[in-house]
């Protein structure tokens, strides 16, 4: 029998986007809850820790955006089964994390411009140089783990168009060709596209 999801987050992409993304890509069916921000106190005292993303599995409600998206990757086929491709994409998954928290940082929470300037600037000279440099050397062929998108694939697309390229000025995927060409291939998939076209045109 196949569960029944719903995901709810705000009308933004940030911290809910991968899980949806992850699941448009596996074509696993869900309830994708975009509320407004006038509307999150009413349903904060409803969340397990009082903050979103959620996803109802079944009526059961989970937390943690990551620990989300990799339900969603696992259910979706996009997960390795094997324990030593597990951990390299978990591996690959952490060093994305890291300049997407920066990013996250500096949109969503840095209020002083001129911190805002200097944490960008750390970010495009300092970060993604060396995070997304080590990536670009760990591809295996047409994606990170060889021949077959996995959940860190999407990861990727979700860092590149969803986030640095969206919202911060400076950033270019220009240094990066083989990254760039693993975002292009997802960008490809005919579920992706349609959901760019509805969501993010």
């Not at 904060?44 to 109802?56: A, F």
């Not at 911190?115 to 600037?121: H, W």
């Not at 168009?161 to 291939?185: C, H, M, Q």
Request: hydrophobic content about 40%.
């Amino acid at each position: 029998m196949t569960s029944q999801l719903k995901l709810t987050y705000f009308q933004l992409p940030a911290r809910a986007e991968l899980s949806r993304l992850l699941l448009t890509y596996s074509k696993v069916p869900f309830e994708d809850l975009r509320i407004p921000f006038a509307a999150w106190g009413a349903l904060k005292s409803k969340t397990p820790m009082g903050k979103l993303p959620v996803l109802e599995v079944d009526g059961v409600m989970y937390y943690q955006s990551m620990a989300i998206a990799r339900y969603a990757a696992k259910i979706g086929g996009l997960y390795p089964e094997d324990p030593l491709e597990c951990l390299r994409v978990e591996m690959i998954s952490e060093t994305l994390c890291e300049p997407y928290e920066e990013y996250i940082d500096i949109y969503y929470y840095e209020k002083d411009e001129y911190k805002k300037a200097q944490k960008t600037k750390k970010l495009l000279d300092e970060t993604l140089p060396q995070k997304l440099g080590i990536l670009a050397s760990m591809i295996k062929g047409d994606y990170f783990m060889g021949n077959k998108a996995t959940f860190v694939d999407i990861q990727l697309f979700d860092l590149f168009e969803s986030s640095l390229g969206k919202f911060i000025p400076g950033f270019s995927t220009d240094p990066y060709p083989e990254l760039e060409a693993i975002v292009k291939r997802v960008k490809a998939n005919p579920e992706i596209a349609a959901y760019l076209a509805k969501h993010l045109p």
